[in-house]
């Protein structure tokens, strides 16, 4: 059985992945997950400086799902340079690095930054912040800022690109071929979806932040669609994700259009099921009939529309 993958260029052991923000900087995972056991390690995104994030309480469960209002909490690409990367060194698995800006200049300051500095296998470019120079709309909603992120990254660094997008839009196919069009190498899909809990006693958020992140199985099929349409739009390679918690779930993003695959809330409750999934992996696809990961990808069959 054939688990391994290449996506844009970057060749992965296997195809399941950790996803941005879930596994910090890999190193606060390291005691309770062999990290040279993942396909790939995409590391909590960084800002240009140091960022405190939100106020507390920062996460809630809800029926199907997290809220999550981190604030994009990081500690800024300086520390990710000389701290975070060079204790990664030696993992023996791809590392991407994912940045986040609130300006287009900001998105290729921080690519150069990565860039010169080595160690990073692909750089993910989180889209979904907001713009300052255009009133706090975010980028990823924005075919036109979307691509002029990607063409600034690109300019500013020779790695592999996944440009991750929001879901949270009308028609995520049009910003992911204008992703496309401005040089974008593959698709990261999906970020959480925004969303607010309340405590009715108070009448009260339940998140400091107040609007929070949605992620888990509550928003798997949402994300399914996107890669569906992404894929079908751009045919660039996707890491897909949103959900996932087992194999049935991989064999569902890989036939959706997943070339691999990210792992992201499941580590909340058991930071082990990623493990479980790679070793499950092999007997999954071969009870789909398939002979490897890679020829899954983008096998939906329309029966009727
Ligand atoms: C606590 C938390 C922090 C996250 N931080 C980031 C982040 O820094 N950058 C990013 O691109 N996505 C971030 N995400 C989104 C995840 O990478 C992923 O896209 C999303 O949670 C959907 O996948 P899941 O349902 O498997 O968690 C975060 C998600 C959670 C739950």
Same mark, same amino acid.
Request: with cysteine; proline share 6%; net charge negative.
């Given at each position: 059985m054939e688990l391994a993958v290449e996506v844009a260029g970057v060749k992965l052991a296997n195809p399941v992945i950790l996803a941005s923000g879930t596994a910090g900087y890999g190193i606060e995972l390291s005691s309770l997950v062999d990290?040279?056991?993942?396909?790939a390690l995409v590391l909590k995104s960084v800002t240009l400086e140091p960022r405190k994030g939100n106020?507390?309480?920062r996460v809630w469960e809800t029926a199907a799902g997290m809220l999550n209002s981190?604030?994009?909490e990081n500690v800024g690409v300086q520390a990710l340079i000389a701290d975070i990367i060079p204790a990664l060194e030696g993992l023996g698995t791809p590392v991407f690095a994912s940045i986040a800006g609130d300006t287009v200049r900001s998105y290729a300051r921080l690519a150069a930054r990565i860039q010169g500095a080595g160690g990073v296998d692909a750089l993910e470019v989180n889209?979904?912040?907001?713009n300052v120079e255009k009133g706090?709309?975010?980028? /990823? @909603?924005d075919p036109g800022a979307t691509s002029a992120i990607v063409m600034s990254v690109k300019e500013n660094c020779d790695l592999p690109v996944f440009v991750k997008l929001t879901a949270?839009?009308?028609?995520i196919s049009r910003i992911a071929v204008a992703a496309q069009k401005a040089g974008a190498d593959g698709l990261t899909l999906i970020n959480t979806i925004p969303g607010l809990a309340i405590d009715p006693a108070t009448r009260?958020?339940?998140?400091? /932040? @107040?609007i929070g992140g949605l992620s888990g199985p509550a928003i798997k099929p949402v994300a399914l669609k996107a890669i569906w349409e992404c894929y079908e739009a751009t045919g660039l390679p996707i890491i897909g994700g949103g959900g996932i918690c087992d194999t049935g779930d991989v064999l569902e993003f890989l036939i959706a259009g997943a070339s691999a695959v990210s792992v992201g809330t499941a580590l909340f409750r058991d930071p082990g099921r990623v493990l479980d999934i790679i070793d499950e992996l092999p007997g999954a696809i071969e009870r789909a009939g398939?002979?490897?990961?890679?020829?899954?990808?983008?096998?939906l069959t329309e029966t009727s529309r």
């Amino acid at each position: 059985m054939e688990l391994a993958v290449e996506v844009a260029g970057v060749k992965l052991a296997n195809p399941v992945i950790l996803a941005s923000g879930t596994a910090g900087y890999g190193i606060e995972l390291s005691s309770l997950v062999d990290l040279s056991r993942v396909g790939a390690l995409v590391l909590k995104s960084v800002t240009l400086e140091p960022r405190k994030g939100n106020p507390e309480p920062r996460v809630w469960e809800t029926a199907a799902g997290m809220l999550n209002s981190i604030g994009l909490e990081n500690v800024g690409v300086q520390a990710l340079i000389a701290d975070i990367i060079p204790a990664l060194e030696g993992l023996g698995t791809p590392v991407f690095a994912s940045i986040a800006g609130d300006t287009v200049r900001s998105y290729a300051r921080l690519a150069a930054r990565i860039q010169g500095a080595g160690g990073v296998d692909a750089l993910e470019v989180n889209v979904s912040c907001p713009n300052v120079e255009k009133g706090g709309i975010q980028f /990823g @909603v924005d075919p036109g800022a979307t691509s002029a992120i990607v063409m600034s990254v690109k300019e500013n660094c020779d790695l592999p690109v996944f440009v991750k997008l929001t879901a949270a839009v009308a028609d995520i196919s049009r910003i992911a071929v204008a992703a496309q069009k401005a040089g974008a190498d593959g698709l990261t899909l999906i970020n959480t979806i925004p969303g607010l809990a309340i405590d009715p006693a108070t009448r009260t958020p339940r998140l400091g /932040g @107040v609007i929070g992140g949605l992620s888990g199985p509550a928003i798997k099929p949402v994300a399914l669609k996107a890669i569906w349409e992404c894929y079908e739009a751009t045919g660039l390679p996707i890491i897909g994700g949103g959900g996932i918690c087992d194999t049935g779930d991989v064999l569902e993003f890989l036939i959706a259009g997943a070339s691999a695959v990210s792992v992201g809330t499941a580590l909340f409750r058991d930071p082990g099921r990623v493990l479980d999934i790679i070793d499950e992996l092999p007997g999954a696809i071969e009870r789909a009939g398939a002979r490897s990961a890679g020829e899954l990808t983008g096998t939906l069959t329309e029966t009727s529309r």
